[in-house]
């Protein structure tokens, strides 16, 4: 299986199964397009009627090298992977996603969270809940040595003594267990100050701030608890972070909605203000909400991901660019096997845990109880839940069976693919025609990179 496209003056031919990936002129690219559908003399005629000037010789040689090009597994290889879907599935637990704080000090209008709540509000984890569930990750992970926390909310730095006595502790039990811990925060900003760089500094891997771009489209969703907006804020907190960590070790993460559909603007903008981490992910909602993206909106959202990928590769050659985080694209090494056939892990090696202990697959099930897992003292006992997650790989999906970027996505986030389609196993659509879009936009720039 292949897929065919041209973006930026180039025709991209990416052979799916092996990922090898041909930067073609228009007669291969025309070739490549037909040359399992119809008989080589059909396609000769073909060929040689629409590039008359083209001698039969020259045709002749271009399809002994498509035929070459198959013969090596480049193009039109098959499938290998398939016999992997529903091995290994019950990994050891890796990571867990720390909800510190069911609370927040802003009121942003898509928060899927329910500005910060879960339905709850107010409630702050405790040092010894914080240390009980290092110590549960420890006890799951198995033969794992890496393992992975990340501290959010709400606004996690609402209970910022903890998230530091939890990675104190996380580091003591270092040694004694084998293990080596990573820890990355996600905040808006508000509460950054001296204390906070130091500290995140010293001991997080990443951080993630939040910033929507524009003064005036942050401020219209990124809201105070008092109704005014938060760009004044935090961008100088954000800039102070970022220098002190040598500009490395964090991204700035936007969301975008119908309301700036000319996301473009933001991205170029947030680099302006000296940012070179950028990511800038579109919202996701429930069709009754006015922020919601519909199937309208595509048009207008790919042309923005077009513009940002030339954008970028503009940048780069003058010396100045930066990164956004769905560009990044590793085509020689990258996730393992399974990993690309099964995704992220979602509710077996990655689990978020609430500030009272309890357990659910990842943050954006916390407060469905239909999805409750466990807790931190007695383990997964939901084990139904676990075997719908476990389950999942992009054969289990029929509409991922015979996608192209399959292997890239994964299948997709879980969690949108539920709130889209009522499970778990089905597949957000509008999710997957942006993902498509962003990852042929990553890799025409790395064709145009090399």
């Known amino acids: 299986m292949i897929h065919c496209y041209k973006l930026n003056g180039y025709n991209i031919v990416l052979d799916i199964a092996s ?27 073909l060929i040689k009627e629409k590039y008359n000037s083209l001698p039969d010789s020259e045709i002749g040689m271009l399809f002994s090298e498509i035929e070459g090009l198959k013969q090596k597994g480049k193009l039109f290889s098959r499938d290998p992977f398939s016999g992997v879907a529903g091995q290994g599935r019950d990994i050891p637990l890796k990571a867990l996603c720390m909800n510190v704080s069911h609370d927040c000090n802003m009121t942003c209008s898509y928060c899927f969270a329910g500005r910060g709540g879960y339905g709850s509000g107010g ?26 926390v990340d501290f959010f909310g709400g606004e996690p730095l609402l209970d910022w003594d903890v998230v530091k006595g939890v990675v104190e502790y996380a580091r003591g039990a270092e040694e004694g267990s084998g293990k080596k811990f990573r820890f990355t925060l996600t905040t808006n900003g508000l509460l950054i100050d001296e204390d906070v760089i130091e500290f995140t500094c010293a001991q997080m891997h990443n951080v993630v701030l939040s910033l929507d771009g524009r003064p005036e489209v942050n401020d219209a969703a990124r809201k105070l608890r008092d109704g005014g907006g938060s760009y004044r804020e935090v961008v100088p907190k954000f800039r102070d972070i970022v220098e002190a960590r040598g500009g490395r070790g964090y991204y700035i993460r936007g969301t ?19 940012f070179t981490e950028l990511s800038m992910e579109p919202v996701v909602a429930g069709k009754a909400a006015p922020y919601a993206l519909t199937p309208d909106d595509l048009p207008m959202v790919f042309e923005q ?15 100045g660019g930066f990164t956004f985080y769905h560009y990044k694209l590793d085509l020689t ?6 990993k690309r056939v099964a995704g992220c892990g979602v509710g077996t090696a990655y689990l978020a845990v609430t500030p009272g202990g309890e357990l659910y697959p990842c943050h954006r099930f916390v407060g469905d109880e239909a999805f409750l897992m466990g807790d931190i003292w007695r383990g997964v006992v939901n084990d139904e839940v676990r075997t719908a997650f476990s389950g999942c790989n992009i054969y289990s999906r029929s509409e991922c069976r015979e996608c192209w970027a399959r ?38 720039m790395k064709v145009a990179a090399r």
């Open 333 to 338: 090494g990258g996730p393992c096997v399974y």
């Open 123 to 148: 409630e702050l984890m405790s040092l010894g809940t914080g240390k009980q569930a290092v110590d549960f990750l420890i006890r799951q992970s198995g033969s794992q040595r890496n393992l992975d």
């Open 19 to 45: 990922g090898s990936i041909h930067s073609v002129d228009d007669v291969a690219y025309d070739a490549i397009l037909l040359f399992e559908e119809v008989e080589k003399e059909t396609l000769a005629a």
């Open 256 to 274: 975008f909605t119908n309301k700036n559909l000319d996301f473009f603007s933001d991205v170029v903008h947030l680099a302006g203000l000296g």
């Open 305 to 319: 991901y077009e513009k940002l990928a030339a954008e970028m590769l503009r940048r780069d050659k003058l010396g």
């Open 407 to 444: 292997f890239y996505c994964s299948g997709g986030c879980a969690a949108n693919a539920y709130h889209a389609s009522g499970s778990v196993g089905g597949v957000y659509g509008l999710g997957c025609e942006l993902f498509k879009k962003r990852l042929e936009c990553a890799i025409m």
